[in-house]
Every structure is written in structure tokens, then in C-alpha cells.
């Protein structure tokens, strides 16, 4: 009895070690492979701004439309114009700036007839004589 148990606890902690360092790989490799493509295509923002953008955020749940300008403005004087309309449309969409439906969150799906479902066809018929 006892050795079953240690068996099964060593099984389950090399599975969710072997799972844990699944997730640190492809974290590292996804963070690396990210920054290979922003860099090379000349949009990676830098540690600098983003600190600011994330102050300039922070606390403010309800951020208004003139931190969004003071903040695009200040990137487009650093980084360019192509750089300020990707973050205002992000900071435009975090803000709550974008038009969607309201969704009930429920999922109605008609049933319809099977020939599996069907009690009629379950029974078994007796041959006439």
C-alpha cells in the first residue's frame, strides 16, 4: 500500500515538473521570438516607454482621452507616426473606446430528430405471422 502511494506521488510530481519546464521553454522561446520580430520590423517599444505608459496607466481605471493623447503624442515625438497609431488604437480598445454587443453568454442549440433518439425506432418489431 505504502509503496503505491510513493510510486504514484513520484509519477505526478515528474509529470508536472516535466509540464513546468515545458511552460518555461516556450515562454522563453515565444519572449525571444517576439522581440526578433518587433525588432526587425522596427516596432519594438523601448523599456523607457513602456515604464511610462504604464504609469501614466496605472491607477486610473477609468484613464480618460488625454492621458491616451499626451501618451501617443509622446511616443510619436520618439518613435514615428506608424508606432502612435498602433498604441492609440491599443490604448483606444484597453480603454473601453470600442462598440461591441452585448452577449448574453448562453448557447442555444435546437435539438433536432435522430433516428438514434427516436423511441419509436428503439423497440424491437415482431415480425407479422
Not at 29 to 35: E, N, R, T
Amino acid at each position: 500500500m505504502m509503496h503505491n502511494l510513493i510510486l504514484a506521488l513520484i509519477c505526478i510530481s515528474v509529470v508536472f515538473t516535466a509540464l513546468l519546464i515545458l511552460f518555461c521553454v516556450y515562454t522563453i522561446i515565444g519572449s525571444a521570438s517576439q522581440y526578433a520580430d518587433l525588432k526587425a520590423v522596427g516596432e519594438w517599444v523601448p523599456r523607457k516607454v513602456r515604464r511610462a505608459m504604464r504609469k501614466a496607466l496605472q491607477g486610473q481605471k477609468g484613464a480618460d482621452a488625454e492621458t491616451a493623447a499626451a501618451i501617443s503624442m509622446a511616443l510619436e515625438a520618439e518613435l514615428g507616426s506608424e508606432t502612435e497609431v498602433a498604441i492609440a488604437t491599443a490604448l483606444a480598445l484597453h480603454l473601453g473606446h470600442s462598440v461591441h454587443d452585448a452577449e448574453s453568454g448562453i448557447v442555444t442549440i435546437p435539438r433536432q430528430a435522430s433516428p438514434w433518439a427516436d423511441k419509436s425506432l428503439t423497440f424491437r418489431r415482431l415480425p407479422n405471422r
